[in-house]
T-cell receptor, first 108, second 119 residues
Framework: EDKVVQSPLSLVVHEGDTVTLNCSYE??????LLWYKQEKKAPTFLFML????IEKKSGRLSSILDKKELFSILNITATQTGDSAVYLC????????FGQGTRLTINP | DTGVSQDPRHKITKRGQNVTFRCDPI?????LYWYRQTLGQGPEFLTY????????KSRLLSDRFSAERPKGSFSTLEIQRTEQGDSAMYLC?????????????????FGAGSRLTVL
């Protein structure tokens, strides 16, 4: 059965800090890894990664995939209070299997 | 098109009652997914459709749950004889993929969810 494990489960930092969120996975047939941000409602898409070693960037957020070691990281630099959310990692193709999420809290 | 719409947003019901949720996907999307999310957990896959065909159902989906997408557009998820353990957020998502056995990646767009509380 496909499995996704995220760590840490919860993280509290001060505004301006840099954070790294981790996602490891075990899947029978890897197609892609996706990161979503979930505030109070719908998860919103951040990144999709399919190739090892290629960093995806969007502003202060970046992510990279290591298909050999079966993990991905999501980095957020110069964090802001608006980055407070649950960050979800998912793997799959036709359907996505999600991890438990990392709850990130940014204190002013 | 304003994205994936779900209705109702909140539903409180008594144990044993039936409930139905509706999802309207993004109009160009041919795939529609239902997920369930409980507090502190990531979304869990329930079922998905390509057009009107239900292609996969999770073993989490007991015989009290049924989902339909009769015309390949909106979908309904019905829960019969609700139990307290059914209390959760029910998320709908949609995507567009070409071909039945898509080998590529699949970015899902989620709705805001329907929160069910069973008393």
């Amino acid at each position: 059965e496909d499995k996704v494990v995220q760590s840490p489960l919860s993280l509290v930092v001060h505004e301006g800090d840099t954070v790294t969120l981790n996602c490891s996975y075990e899947v029978t047939n890897f197609r892609s890894l996706l990161w979503y941000k979930q505030e109070k409602k719908a998860p919103t898409f951040l990144f999709m990664l399919t190739s090892s070693g290629i960093e995806k960037k969007s502003g202060r957020l970046s992510s990279i995939l290591d298909k050999k070691e079966l993990f991905s990281i999501l980095n957020i630099t110069a964090t802001q209070t608006g980055d407070s959310a649950v960050y979800l990692c998912a793997v799959g193709a036709q359907k996505l299997v999600f991890g438990q999420g990392t709850r990130l809290t940014i204190n002013p | 098109d304003t994205g994936v719409s779900q209705d109702p947003r909140h539903k409180i019901t008594k144990r044993g009652q039936n409930v139905t949720f509706r999802c309207d996907p993004i109009s160009e999307h041919n795939r529609l997914y239902w997920y369930r999310q409980t507090l502190g957990q990531g979304p869990e896959f329930l079922t998905y459709f390509q057009n009107e065909a239900q292609l996969e159902k999770s073993r989490l989906l007991s015989d009290r749950f049924s989902a339909e997408r009769p015309k390949g557009s909106f979908s309904t998820l019905e829960i019969q004889r609700t139990e307290q353990g059914d209390s959760a957020m029910y998320l709908c998502a949609s995507s567009y993929t070409s071909g039945r056995t898509n080998s590529g990646a699949n970015v899902l767009t989620f709705g805001a969810g329907s929160r069910l509380t069973v008393l």
